[in-house]
């Protein structure tokens, strides 16, 4: 009776942490739902194991948001599990943009609709807390590259964790600006100009200010010449008016608008770079949930299934 009783309780044990288990991962796949994103992620739903994602097409019924996704795919994830996978497009917007509305699984033969989820979330960049101060000093982080200015806030300076540079500029009424930087080399630019010591300080976002501020950039060897490009917006490289200062090593450009830089010791030859291998920084959101109300009804369940035990054996005696 004993073994009988301990392998009931064995059983009951497997129950409750199949059942835990399963409630978790529902519970984090429903949060996706709903949650918060940023833009250039990718938001997955696993599918039940019994679906089979081959035999599946999308219908995309979203009221909302549909510019703001790239791509909806039913098929294998990265860790290759069959998934509903909406793919954000990779944006600088300092808005949020609502997705909303139903996305439905097919049968590809029948048409029929195997499945529909309903979505309502946002994608944005996250906002940076700003002091109320008449004067910032900002260390940027990509993070949360938003900055939405108070009324107060007459001249902020910007600087870099990893890059020798600052931008100041005056604020009055300011607008949001999305100033999420990138470092990271174009390989055509690169490749074109193999001779040349190049760093590279792109602002996505293409932050624009109503005042002319000052990008200051300090040079590593003041023993040389250097020269500051723009990748404009149609990737071609285009000279700078930036003036090099040689006794200060620096290079300093007035300008409202921040785009992509670089930064050479040599006159670079004109070239498109649209060949980048330029990424954002993109930082997944986990999910999160309670599996409370699960949990009550595993413990239910466990309760019951001892109780049928006892009475079997005590049939039994």
């Known amino acids: 009776m004993k073994k009988t ?3 009931l309780m064995m059983a009951a044990a497997v129950v409750v942490t199949s059942l835990t288990a399963f409630a ?34 999308v219908t995309n019924k979203l009221t909302s948001g549909k510019d703001a996704v790239e791509s909806i795919t039913v098929g294998k994830n990265d860790d290759g599990k069959d998934a509903l996978i909406l793919k954000l497009k990779e944006t ?14 097919r049968n590809k033969n029948t048409n029929a609709v195997v499945k ?4 309502d979330f946002t994608a944005q ?3 940076a807390e700003i002091d109320a101060d008449a004067e910032l000093e900002i260390v940027l982080n990509n993070d949360a590259p938003v900055y939405d200015f108070a009324s107060s806030n007459k001249n902020v300076t910007f600087s870099f964790s ?5 931008y100041n500029v005056r604020l009055e009424d300011q607008s949001a600006v999305n100033m999420h930087y990138t470092t990271k080399a174009i390989k055509a630019i690169v490749q074109a100009n193999e001779d040349a010591d190049l760093s590279f300080l792109q ?8 005042f002319n501020g000052t990008l200051t950039y300090n040079v590593s060897d003041m023993d040389k010449t250097w020269y500051l490009y723009e990748v404009n917006s149609e990737e071609k490289l285009v000279k700078t008016k930036a003036e090099y200062d040689k006794e200060e090593g620096t290079l300093t450009l007035k300008t409202k608008a921040l785009s992509s830089y670089v930064i050479s010791d040599k006159e670079l030859k004109t070239v498109a770079a649209s060949d980048s291998t330029t990424e954002s920084d993109k930082t997944q959101n986990p999910a999160t949930g309670s599996v409370d ?12 299934l001892v109780a049928a035990g006892a009475v079997a054996m005590k049939k039994a005696k």
């Open 24 to 57: 978790a991962e529902t519970e984090d796949q429903n949060e996706k739902y709903g949650q918060e994103h940023t833009p250039g992620q990718s938001v997955e739903i696993l599918l039940d194991e019994e679906t089979d994602a081959s035999d599946l097409k």
């Open 5 to 7: 009783l301990a392998a």
């Open 92 to 105: 600088y917007e300092t808005k949020a943009a609502n997705i909303a509305g139903d996305i439905q699984l």
């Open 125 to 127: 960049w996250k906002k």
């Open 162 to 166: 990893d890059v020798d540079a600052y």
């Open 293 to 304: 109300f699960v949990n009550v009804a595993v413990a239910l369940s466990v309760v019951s």
């Open 116 to 119: 529909t989820y309903s979505f």
């Open 203 to 210: 602002f996505n976002g293409n932050p624009t200010f109503d």
